[in-house]
């Protein structure tokens, strides 16, 4: 099968960062189907060959795993060319319909990896060259809008010139091993199904912690901020894998509803909500990893007094028969003490008590996404020094867990999110991708919360880069009685 993959925004951050060196994974494991042509597009003066000069000095810095050999570029770079073009310059588009002419792939993906802005204009453009054709397919990266209206304007754009199954809006957290591994915990074993519910769990946190700053994107992300950069899309996506029902079978379709109905399900914020269960965090100056660090308003290209959020916590409800009254309390920022994604379980305490254990709710399960990819199962079991306790009864039970990772069980390197989800792409399937009304529902639920920050009522808390945010984040959940994992 051959394809031609255009790039549009082919020397910009997430081209670099992200997919050139997923490309390269893909060529390197011998998956990406040979016969295809990368072509990336911007509005730099270059040709292929200036081209893949600029993207072989690129590799040089990244870790010498992941870095390919002279011999090896040379192979990789066959498949790189470039094109010039402006995304409003109609003739530019003709010279891509011609460009791509040259050999018609049985597969055309048109990659948006640029600002959301030009998706409508570029989709329109596409469509006036004839590029949208069966053989397209569109990969929108995220976040897809600003707001409910404009994500709403851009899907009715892109719905308009493609139908709904050549369109495939990015989330690379559902392409990441560790998130399949949470579908399979829930979808391929019996055993946690019957406690995946109200009656058992008492409460489920949700982490994306990152210890890097905006690095290189301070313009992008002050006009962004972690609400839309994470939690609308990549802290939803997973909250809807921990509390789907269970998809009739692994067909996009299947999937999507299932997800579709958690996010339809979540309890809509009222005033009360928004003051008592939402923190809103900036980092100042700190430490990270034993360096000293800016705070967010030092960073190159933000705006000096911005209002920007570099954290946020909130407590969720799904109003479902199975979640009722089960708080989800999610939270992700940049600057915090490590980087650490994960999701934990909380169960209920044992209903009565034979042990003299001080201990509530010591069961748990935590799902770790990153760094680790694995498990932990945490129980109570009697501790070392049994002796005491044939002489004078239960003693207090001790913690205990259970600990599987991943990496190290099965010892191969796994395939990255970026890549999977791009061979995804190039072969059709849909199930990691995001459909239109799932992300509109989102946006429906986050568009309170900015609209309550838009009128200037709560201000962004200041916490120091290398902590764990804003106080009040441990306040919210510590008035339902619980508290964060890292501080049980
Ligand atoms: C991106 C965000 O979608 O995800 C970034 O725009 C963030 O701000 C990144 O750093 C985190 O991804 P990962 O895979 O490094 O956890």
């Known amino acids: 099968m051959s394809f031609d993959l255009v790039l549009f925004g082919g020397t910009g951050d997430l081209a670099w960062r992200k997919l050139m060196p997923a490309l390269f994974q893909a060529f390197r494991h011998g998956s990406l189907p040979a016969g295809g042509r990368i072509i990336g597009v911007a509005r730099d003066a270059l040709d292929d060959a200036a081209y893949r000069e600029l993207i072989r000095a690129r590799f040089e810095g990244v870790e010498l795993a992941k870095r390919p050999n002279p011999e090896e570029f040379d192979r990789f770079a066959a498949l790189l060319h470039y094109l010039r073009m402006d995304l409003s310059q109609p003739a530019d588009f003709a010279r891509l319909r011609e460009r791509l002419a040259e050999r018609d792939a049985d597969t055309v993906v048109m990659y948006l990896a640029t600002a959301p802005a030009l998706f409508g204009p570029a989709c329109e453009q596409l469509a006036a060259a004839g590029l949208n054709t069966p053989r397209t397919r569109l990969v929108l990266e995220k976040p897809l809008g600003h707001d409910l209206a404009s994500n709403r304007a851009i899907n009715e754009t892109v719905r308009g010139v493609l139908a709904e199954n050549q369109i495939f809006r990015i989330d690379h957290y559902l392409g990441k091993p560790s998130v399949q591994n949470l579908f399979a915990l829930r979808f391929g074993n019996a055993m946690f199904e019957p406690l995946w519910r109200r009656e058992t769990i008492a409460n489920i946190q949700l982490t994306i912690a990152e210890d890097l700053g905006v690095e290189k994107r301070g313009a992008f992300y002050d006009s962004t901020g972690a609400l839309r950069d994470m939690v609308q899309n990549h ?108 999701i934990v379980i909380n169960f209920r305490p044992a209903p009565h008590a034979i042990y003299r254990s001080p201990l509530g709710g010591a069961n748990r399960l935590v799902i770790h996404l990153q760094p680790k ?96 945010g804003p106080s009040a984040s441990s306040a919210m959940i510590a008035r339902d009685g619980y508290c964060w994992s890292e501080e049980a």
């Not at 109905?261 to 005033?271: C, F, I």
């Not at 694995?374 to 044939?390: C, M, T, V």
């Not at 599987?404 to 791009?422: I, P, Q, W």
């Open 235 to 342: 802290a939803l996506q997973l909250l809807c894998a921990i509390a789907m029902e269970p998809p009739i079978n692994a067909h996009a379709d299947a999937i999507r509803d299932e997800k579709l109905k958690v996010l339809r399900s979540l309890k809509p914020w009222s005033a009360a909500a928004l003051e008592q269960h939402l923190v809103r965090g900036q980092y100042t100056a700190g430490r990270v990893g034993g360096e000293a660090v800016p705070g967010y308003r030092e960073e190159a290209g933000v705006k000096p007094g911005s209002e920007t959020e570099t954290f946020v916590a909130l407590r969720a409800e799904i109003a479902n028969w199975r979640w009722a009254g089960v708080p989800f309390y999610l939270r992700t920022g940049k600057r915090l003490a490590q980087r650490d994604a994960r």
């Open 373 to 468: 990819d694995g498990l932990e199962l945490h129980l109570l079991a009697e501790g070392q020094d049994n002796r005491q306790a044939s002489r004078q009864g239960p003693q207090p039970l001790a913690p205990v867990h259970l600990d599987l990772d991943f990496d190290k069980r099965f010892g191969v390197e796994r395939v990255g999110a970026y890549e999977r989800l791009l061979l995804d792409v190039i072969d059709g399937r849909l199930n990691l991708f995001v459909r239109a009304d799932e992300q509109e529902e989102a946006w429906r639920w986050v568009e309170p919360i900015l609209e309550h920050w838009r009128s200037g009522h709560a201000p962004p808390r200041p916490y120091a880069a290398g902590s764990w």
